[in-house]
């Protein structure tokens, strides 16, 4: 449109009316919704704020002082400039000295002289913190980002532009930030042939066969969107890793990608797969107590290190699901991550070692295994392992109660692995806000120290005195325009970035920050928006597994219902062994009467979680067969609350669809349209799993629905047959 006005007023530049044709053009444009947006901007849109919003910008930012000698002052200052003038209209000037009231001051004492007299107060902000304060400088009125470190300063102007982006006044402004935990990592389970395990979001951005001399420029933006949110590490390849990751072809790929992400903060990791020793190294075993064995990985490490100078280190998955480990050898997790510690050590990698464990024997019951497995090992672990545990003891579920390992290692940090792909909540079609699943497991308190004691406590090692700390996050990133698979999907990727940041920060006020910058500050946009994503995961709980229901899903590609799935390779890969429903009822005893997983969990939570009055709703079914006619609170019995759960989460997709159809003309129409086309997916498929699930448990209950409470429309026998070989994802 705007090509043809500028050609337009060339050819004809005196013809009468065309003025009053550009007129009508121009009030047209602005009756307009914004511009259709695809979503590669992610959150870091910077388009220019509506005029209300503006007002108070007016003589702030006029002027930039922020030097650009070292790369990752160029990433600050061009970032500033970018968002700036994107935000406010105008390119900002940049001096060397602010010259005007309003100026943005940005730096540390080293780069900025005039930032010396702030020394003092950058004590206790560490390499990554800094402040952000309306001052003097100068002997002029200017907001100034300081910091110990040009990363610091980085951090801090993205913070800077999210205070703008989001509207947030200038003036008065008196903020310290620095990250709670140290290691802040995306966990790709991106394959070397481009195929991303539970990936929804197309192929793998990293395009391996064309590094390390084609640096797309799509590396760039993806480390602007993590130092945005303070992720400040990414393991490249999956954790069913090939070794040839390891070899002299592949790390010279990976140091082209850490030349690209070094300004921005971001150390490059890798996937080691355990037997490398044999697959690339030609040794005939990978015993970590063999000599040549740890030799190595000692030359294989430095070789790496010489290749990729501040490479962060490995992860590891071992002895899980067919992969390769120390129990091999007979020799223990411990050994296995020490080995490896000890060649990352003189350089000063680390390792994250996974708990994700469970052995070929089948164990009674899946949820102990971890635990069982790590425990023991406690304190034996080098100072440089981390132990990585996912957020629950089965598998990023929709829905889990906290890992058991949670307070039960204190001699270990261990590290959160959350899951940002969501392999089990609808993959990228379902509009699930995964802040509040983040936050109930970070809150959550394991009573490890009495009352308190919550997992970000422990994540975040104020609990238990450890100052290695971290956090994973499987990432949803792939080759599509957005990203993420969806535009919602990108909110799980910054929530993520943000509670690893500050594990304790609320779901909700990111959310509004996101839904701010992602969509428009319209109070009218932002807080229907934030409504839908701080109730959508409860909704897909509901839909999916309410009540303490897990594992549900079709096999294999973990589509769709499969409540049925039975038979294979081993019961713990089935949905009936999670269920157990039978004539009496439904649920997997996990109290001293059953697998007696409860008693992992610290007394004051074992007993709470083990007895059928206090245990929380949300869990009942992952701790206790119960009967269908038990009681509930809400003096229904337990079949008619499934159902009704099942339709609660079903109405809530529905919901969604129209408070999101309200916001047409309010949310630019190319991503308005994608997001009420994938609500529609999302309500067919949330329909699907309610009718399947209660069709099949209701040939258990044999009883009745609930009044009002609508029929499945198709007999179990059609859902049973649904088969889809293709769905995206699938392990390999
Ligand atoms: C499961 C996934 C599988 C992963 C595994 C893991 O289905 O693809 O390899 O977790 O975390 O959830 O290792």
Do not use: C
Request: negative net charge; hydrophobic residues 40%; glycine residues 10%.
């Amino acid at each position: 449109m705007i090509s043809i006005a500028r050609s337009a007023s060339a050819k004809h530049p005196a013809r009468p009316g065309l003025l009053g044709l550009l007129a009508l053009l121009l009030t047209w444009l602005l009756a307009l919704p914004a511009a259709a947006e695809d979503g590669y901007d992610l959150w870091l849109r910077y388009r220019p704020l509506p005029a209300p919003v503006l007002k108070q910008y007016r003589d702030q930012g006029t002027q930039l002082v922020a030097p650009a000698d070292t790369a990752t002052q160029r990433a600050a200052r061009d970032e500033l400039v970018r968002g700036l003038s994107g935000l406010l209209g105008r390119a900002p000037a940049l001096a060397a000295q602010a010259r005007r009231d309003g100026a943005i001051v940005v730096g540390t004492p080293a780069s900025l002289p005039q930032l010396a007299a702030l020394q003092g107060e950058l004590e206790g902000l560490g390499e990554e913190g800094y402040l952000i304060r309306s001052t003097r400088i100068d002997g002029r009125a200017a907001t100034v980002v300081a910091a110990n470190t040009d990363m610091g300063a980085l951090y801090g102007s993205f913070h800077l532009l999210r205070l703008v982006q989001t509207g947030q006044p200038l003036a008065g402004l008196d903020l310290r930030e620095a990250p709670k935990v140290k290691v802040r990592v995306l966990n790709h389970w991106d394959n070397l042939d481009r195929y991303v395990e539970r990936g929804y979001a197309g192929e793998s951005i990293w395009d391996w066969h064309k590094l390390p001399d084609w640096l797309d420029p799509r590396y760039t933006d993806y480390a602007r969107a993590n130092a945005s949110v303070g992720i400040n590490g990414t393991v490249l390849n999956n954790v069913n890793t090939s070794a040839l990751a390891l070899t002299p072809m592949y790390l010279e790929k990976a140091a082209a990608l850490a030349s690209v992400f070094r300004p921005y903060g971001i150390k490059v990791y890798l996937s080691a797969r355990f037997s490398a020793p044999i697959e690339i190294g030609g040794l005939a075993t990978a015993d970590p107590l063999d000599p040549a064995v740890r030799q190595w990985w000692k030359d294989k490490a430095d070789e790496i290190y010489r290749t990729i100078p501040d490479f962060g280190g490995f992860l590891v998955k071992a002895n899980s699901e067919g992969q390769p480990g120390p129990q091999d050898y007979g020799r223990s997790h411990a050994d296995g991550a020490n080995m490896l510690a000890e060649a990352l050590a003189p350089h000063g990698g680390i390792v994250m070692w996974r708990a994700f464990v469970y052995s070929h024997e089948e164990p009674d019951d899946r949820h102990k295994q971890a635990y069982n497995e790590f425990v023991p090992h406690d304190g034996r672990f080098a100072d440089n392992v981390l132990v990585q545990v996912k957020n629950g003891a089965i598998d990023f579920q929709p829905r889990e109660p906290f890992h058991p390992l949670f307070g039960a290692m204190p001699r270990t940090p261990l590290m959160m692995e959350f899951q940002i792909t969501k392999e089990y909540l609808g993959f990228a079609t379902h509009l699930v806000y995964l802040g509040p699943l983040y936050e109930e497991a970070l809150r959550a308190d394991t009573h490890a120290r009495g009352p308190g004691s919550t997992v970000a406590k422990i994540v975040d090692g104020s609990l238990e005195g450890h100052a290695l700390t971290g956090m994973a996050g499987v990432a949803n990133i792939g080759v599509d325009r957005n990203w993420s698979g969806s535009h919602f999907d990108q909110a799980n990727w910054y929530v993520f970035g943000r509670m690893a940041w500050d594990p304790h920060a609320g779901a909700e006020d990111i959310a509004r920050d996101w839904a701010r910058m992602t969509f428009s500050t319209d109070p009218a946009v932002v807080e229907p928006v934030v409504s839908m994503m701080m109730g959508s995961h409860q909704a897909v709980v509901d839909y999916m597994t309410p009540l303490g229901l897990h594992h549900l899903m079709g096999r294999g590609h973990h589509y769709g219902p499969g409540p049925w799935v039975e038979g294979g390779p081993r019961a713990d890969w089935t949905s009936v062994y999670y269920h157990r429903a039978d004539a009496r009822g439904i649920g997997f005893d996990r109290t001293a009467s059953g697998s007696n997983a409860v008693g992992q969990y610290a007394p004051p939570v074992a007993a709470q979680f083990g007895n059928l009055d206090t245990v929380p709703e949300e869990f009942l079914l992952w701790f206790h067969h119960v009967p269908w006619d038990h009681r509930m609170a809400s003096g229904r019995s337990l079949w008619d609350e499934l159902v009704l759960r099942y339709d609660r989460g079903v109405d809530y997709v529905r919901g969604m669809r129209r408070t999101w159809a309200a916001l047409e003309g309010k949310v630019d129409t190319e991503r308005h349209h994608q997001v009420a086309v994938f609500l529609g997916i999302q309500e067919k498929e949330a329909k699907w799993w309610r009718d399947a699930s209660i069709a099949y448990f209701q040939t258990f209950s044999q009883r009745p629905l609930p009044e009002g409470a609508a029929p499945p429309p198709h007999g179990l026998e059609y859902y049973k047959s649904l088969q889809f070989p293709y769905a995206p994802g699938d392990g390999k």
